[in-house]
Each structure stands twice: as C-alpha cells, then as structure tokens.
C-alpha cells in the first residue's frame, strides 16, 4: 500500500510545486522585474525542479507496475516506507500551503511575495524629498526667524509622512490592525 500513498504524494507535491512557482513567476514577468529580482527567480526556479523530481517518482512508479509485475515483482519493491512518509508529510504541507495562501488574502494583495530593489529606492526618494526636505525648511525657517514659515514646512511634512506611512502599510481597517500589531523593537529617537 505504501507505493500507492507514495504515487499520490508525489503527485500531489508535484502539482503544489509546480502551482506555487507560477504564481511566483507571472506577477514577477507581469511587473517586468525579471531582470530586478532575481531571488523570485530563483525561488521558482527551485519550486519547478522540485515539481519536476516529484513529478518523475509518481511517473517512475506508475510505469513500474505493469513491467515490475510480469516480472513478479511488487510495483512498490524499491519505495520504502520512510520515503513515503516523508511524501506524505510533504503533501500535507504543499495542502496547508495554498490553504493558507486561500485564506489570507491580504498577504498575497498586490501579488508580490519578493520585494522589488526599485519600489525600495523609490519609496526611499519618496521619504527624502517630502519628509527630509520639509524639515530642512523648517529648520532654515527657524534659524532665519522665519515662524510662520517654519510652521507652515512642519505641517506640509507631517502631512506627506502620513500619506507616505499610509501607503506603505495601507490603512489600519484595510490590513486588519489591532491593538500592538505594529510594536516597535525599540522606542523611536526624538531627542
């Protein structure tokens, strides 16, 4: 029976490895980071040889029954019953796997599972040009004297690092916030 479980596990490993590096890699061809990001690549091409190694024990066996059997010979005489454990428990991970991902849409939102060097750099211009800026403004504005001014940076800064926070993280009711959810490591430096 072992052979049966270990021709269904292989399958099912197979086709969980093979799923899994699609969606890696067509959100990754779509947004046209082949180039950018190669650690997705990777990652699906790894999930694909997997797929391709499971794929060809389910094969191997299924194949061996018929000439294995002429020959008396059990289909399952060269698996042995660690393999198929290990195939099963395989199996249940690739399940739980895509269970999960099923259930827990805000986590594949925007279809991006690696993170882009590009989004990166830009967000950190993003940060540099509306937040770094408007306080150098206002601490010009200060040492000239200039109050209102100074003020007037402080509040436009304020508001472009809350739009910036925003739409780093979306907003607390779209992620599903709660309470502690964004606890820092350590407190924040303001003096």
């Given at each position: 029976?072992?052979?049966?479980a270990?021709?269904?596990a292989?399958?099912?490993?197979?086709?969980?490895?093979?799923?899994?590096?699609?969606?890696?890699?067509?959100?990754?061809i779509?947004?046209?980071?082949?180039?950018?990001?190669?650690?997705?690549?990777a990652?699906?091409?790894?999930?694909?040889?997997?797929?391709v190694?499971h794929?060809?024990?389910?094969?191997?066996m299924l194949?061996?029954?018929g000439?294995?059997?002429?020959?008396g010979?059990?289909?399952?005489?060269?698996?042995?019953?660690?393999?198929?454990?290990w195939d099963?428990?395989?199996?249940?991970?690739?399940?739980?796997?895509?269970?999960?991902?099923?259930?827990?849409?805000?986590?594949?939102r925007?279809?991006?599972?690696?993170?882009?060097?590009?989004?990166?750099?830009?967000?950190?211009?993003?940060i540099?040009?509306n937040?770094?800026?408007?306080?150098?403004?206002?601490?010009?504005?200060?040492?000239?004297?200039?109050?209102?001014?100074?003020?007037e940076?402080?509040?436009?800064?304020?508001?472009?690092?809350?739009?910036?926070?925003?739409?780093?993280?979306?907003?607390?009711?779209?992620?599903?916030?709660?309470?502690?959810d964004?606890?820092?490591?350590?407190?924040?430096?303001?003096?």
């Open positions: 029976m072992s052979w049966q270990g021709v269904l292989n399958g099912i490993v197979a086709v969980a490895y093979l799923a899994a590096s699609v969606v890696i890699l067509f959100p990754v779509r947004s046209k980071q082949v180039r950018t990001n190669p650690l997705a690549l990652t699906a091409a790894l999930l694909v040889t997997c797929a190694h794929g060809q024990h389910a094969v191997q194949l061996a029954v000439p294995q059997m002429e020959a010979l059990a289909p399952g005489s060269a698996w042995r019953w660690d393999m198929a454990v099963v428990v395989t199996a249940a991970v690739g399940a739980c796997y895509w269970a999960q991902r099923r259930s827990d849409r805000s986590a594949v925007d279809a991006q599972l690696f993170e882009d060097m590009k989004q990166r750099q830009r967000q950190a211009l993003e540099n040009d937040i770094v800026q408007g306080l150098t403004v206002a601490q010009i504005s200060l040492d000239l004297a200039m109050t209102d001014r100074s003020e940076a402080i509040h436009r800064t304020l508001a472009s690092a809350r739009a910036i926070i925003t739409e780093l993280i979306g907003e607390a009711s779209e992620v599903g916030l709660g309470p502690g964004l606890r820092r490591t350590k407190p924040a430096e303001v003096g």
